[in-house]
Each structure stands twice: as C-alpha cells, then as structure tokens.
C-alpha cells in the first residue's frame, strides 16, 4: 500500500481588486503623514508594532527613516519582512467606515539622495536628526497590499496593480517644479489647499509633485491633491497644475 498522501489544495488566487481601489489605496498611502510599522520580533516574540513618519516615492513606495536604536529596527534587520497600516479614519465619528491600506514587502536600507530630500521635503523638522550615525533611510519593496475602504469593500492588491509606473523625466524635474510653484506661483498652491480641499490657514507650500498629483504641507498639517491625468513630465505636470489653479479660481 503506498503511503503517498494526497498534496494539499492551495487556496485560489484572490480576485482582483475593483477598478480604483489600488488608486485609491495609492492616494491613501501618498496622503497620509504616519503609518504604523509591524516587525517581527528579533527573539521570536510577539510582533512588535510602533508609529513612524513615512513618505511615498513616485510609484508609490513607502520611505522610512528609522534609528538602529529602535526596537523596530532591531526586528527588521534581523527579518526584513513588515507591514505597514496608512489609516485614514483619523476624525471620522465613525472609524470603521473610513479607509485604511496595510502594505506588505521587505524592507531594506536605503540611501539614494532622491528619495532621502523627497522624506524630508515632507517632514523638514526630520532634518534635525537624518545625520546622525544612528539614523538611516529605509525603502519597502512592496509584495502586496490589502484595503479596506469601508464595509465589504475589502480587497487584496497584488504588487503589479498597486504600484504605478514611474518617470524619471519627471523624478528629475520635481525640485525645480516644487521651488518655482513656492517661489512664483505661492498663490496658486494657496488656492490648491483652500478652494480645492477645503483647508483653512495661510501658509500653504508644495512638498512634491508625483505623476499622479502633488503634495502640501502647512505647520505639520499635510494634504494631497490628485491630478485628473497622470504626467510624465515636467510639461504635462505644469498642464495640470495650471488647470487646477483655473478649476480653484473658479470655485
């Protein structure tokens, strides 16, 4: 008689998620200023979660930056695999009807001067300590990501879906687009934040611009606008950041 067990049925693939959501899911991870970071313990203890300040690159990319002194870094550097939470149910009278995204991947250092200025044109106190020998940037090579955006809409995102493809023309440009829109156009971006999103306060400042939109800051405050088309360019961004200012004057 053979002893050969029959082999294990593997769970079917999950179905995709409905168009928008990995946008979605995207503009969620773009907007929010803090994430919380799931490690797995260094002495296989429990998981260990801890609130950081995070950024997104171009595609989407989460950017840390995390002190070897931390417990969470101790974790990863020992197993590098971590999700991280983006909550946007912050104010809502009821939480879990808003949206919430947990990404998973493997984190790994990482010190390209890109993404490091991109942190901190999004967290500038970060300044203060980003030199320290004990300080480092981290970048999240994302496996997947999971969305809840309210209840039974609930959806895995594969990697493929829920990045989006960046531009190195535009990556290029993004310095020079945000100082000329602080600098020349410090108006416009004011209308960005009061007449489009509906904040108040002076004092408004672009902190990036990505192909799917651009980000603002205020006082520790952030906000995110999306663009009605993705660009590529310096051309195309300049398209978009000119209707929008048309599209907040008329409002």
């Not at 969470?72 to 999700?83: C, E, F, I, Q, Y």
């Not at 250092?109 to 981290?138: I, N, T």
């Not at 990556?171 to 009061?194: K, R």
Request: charged share 25%.
């Amino acid at each position: 008689m053979s002893d050969q067990r029959p082999a294990a049925k593997s769970d079917p693939p999950p179905d995709p998620a409905p168009p928008g959501q990995a946008k979605a899911a995207r503009h969620l991870m773009r907007a929010c200023r803090t994430a919380t970071l799931g490690t797995l313990q260094k002495d296989g203890g429990a998981p260990y979660t801890s609130l950081v300040l995070a950024a997104a690159d171009h595609d989407g990319t989460p950017i840390l930056l995390l002190s070897t002194l931390a417990e969470h870094t101790k974790n990863l550097l020992a197993d590098p695999r971590v999700s991280l939470l983006f909550d946007g149910t912050t104010g809502l009278a009821e939480p879990l009807t808003g949206a919430r995204v947990t990404v998973q991947g493997r984190i790994a250092r990482d010190d390209e001067p890109r993404r490091r200025a991109r942190f901190l044109a999004r967290h500038p106190s970060a300044a203060m300590y980003a030199g320290f020998g004990d300080f480092a940037f981290y970048r999240l090579a994302v496996d997947r990501g999971h969305i809840v955006a309210g209840f039974g809409r609930i959806n895995w995102i594969e990697r493929d879906a829920l990045m989006f493809p960046a531009h190195a023309a535009l990556a290029g440009a993004e310095t020079s687009i945000v100082e000329h829109m602080n600098s020349d156009h410090a108006d416009a971006v004011q209308l960005y934040a009061t007449k489009l999103l509906g904040l108040g306060g002076d004092g408004w400042r672009m902190t990036g611009c990505d192909p799917e939109g651009c980000d603002l800051a205020r006082d520790g405050q952030t906000a995110r606008i999306d663009f009605d088309t993705p660009v590529a360019n310096a051309e195309a961004a300049r398209t978009e950041l000119v209707r929008l200012v048309k599209r907040a004057r008329a409002a």
